[in-house]
T-cell receptor, first 113, second 110 residues
Framework: DGGITQSPKYLFRKEGQNVTLSCEQN?????MYWYRQDPGQGLRLIYY???????QKGDIAEGYSVSREKKESFPLTVTSAQKNPTAFYLC????????????FGQGTRLTVV | EDQVTQSPEALRLQEGESSSLNCSYT??????LFWYRQDPGKGPEFLFT???AGEEKEKERLKATLTKKESFLHITAPKPEDSATYLC???????????FGKGTRLSVIA
């Protein structure tokens, strides 16, 4: 089945650790996105990528890093510089940036322990 | 200032009690407005795209409409399974991808 797969579903991070969230899509979409969702805050854009080997910062990129080495994959690393990483992270993809609907994965809930 | 504002923040309806959710936007050069449904602990599910003022889309008990400044999501005779958070997002003439509102939490009570 075509879709977006995020893993893991739940992730626990110790203080000072870097962790990487996986996002894979088999929809042949060009654009991919990472959003962060906190209670009462809606979805906030972390990074996005329109083509392989290119990505742009979103509104809250500090403390995060991404790569786009393959069209299908857009992993997000939450670094130790991110002071408040506990949140629900959502990956999405679309055929073209903004012009068509974005489809979302099922999310990764990251908790700092 | 928020570019996309959704109201109300939360809405509680009796089963069968029709109502509307509002999404107002301040961006200029709107190129598309999107509605999503999100269940707790899950990713948003795409519902509708609206591209121009006057456009309407329907799906089961949901109907989305668009004007030059806002969109409405009308829910006719809702059922408990319609309970979810409904998100609105816009794409406009600029360099950023979809900009989301904070959502409306809908609860439908049997």
């Amino acid at each position: 089945d075509g879709g977006i797969t995020q893993s893991p579903k739940y992730l626990f991070r110790k203080e000072g650790q870097n962790v990487t969230l996986s996002c894979e899509q088999n929809l042949n979409h060009d654009a991919m996105y990472w959003y962060r969702q906190d209670p009462g805050q809606g979805l906030r854009l972390i990074y996005y990528s329109q083509i392989v080997n290119d990505f742009q910062k979103g509104d809250i990129a500090e403390g995060y890093s991404v790569s786009r080495e393959k069209k299908e994959s857009f992993p997000l690393t939450v670094t130790s510089a991110q002071k408040n990483p506990t949140a629900f992270y959502l990956c999405a993809s679309s055929m073209y940036r903004g012009l068509t609907e974005a489809f979302f994965g099922q999310g990764t809930r990251l908790t700092v322990v | 200032e928020d570019q996309v504002t959704q109201s109300p923040e939360a809405l509680r309806l009796q089963e069968g009690e029709s109502s509307s959710l509002n999404c107002s936007y301040t961006v200029s050069g709107l190129r598309g407005l999107f509605w999503y449904r999100q269940d707790p602990g899950k990713g948003p599910e795409f519902l509708f795209t609206l591209y121009s003022a006057g456009e309407e889309k329907e799906k089961e008990r949901l109907k989305a409409t668009l004007t030059k400044k806002e969109s409405f999501l009308h829910i006719t005779a809702p059922k408990p399974e319609d309970s979810a958070t409904y998100l609105c997002a816009v794409f406009y003439s600029g360099n950023t991808p979809l900009v989301f509102g904070k959502g409306t939490r809908l609860s439908v009570i049997a």
